[in-house]
């Protein structure tokens, strides 16, 4: 697709969509560092904060289905 066909307020109409789908990567990926015992970087008070794994708050239920979105 060339960026002349994308739509014009594509990222505004599917943004709650993408909002979901990369709060669920987000979840998976610190589920995974939960999991192999890695720790997780976050930002807190305004600083770079390094989370061990065990304090790493994720859960592993997984939310409901992300719809695909309808071109």
Request: without cysteine.
């Amino acid at each position: 697709m060339k960026e002349s066909e994308i739509p014009e307020k594509l990222f505004v109409t599917h943004s709650e969509e993408a909002d979901k789908v990369v709060a669920e990567a987000v979840r998976q990926e610190l589920l995974k560092r939960k999991k192999l015992g890695l720790s997780a970087s976050a930002w807190r008070d305004g600083k770079v904060v390094i989370v061990p794994p065990e304090e790493i708050p994720v859960s592993e239920i997984e939310p409901e289905p992300i719809e695909r979105i309808k071109q």
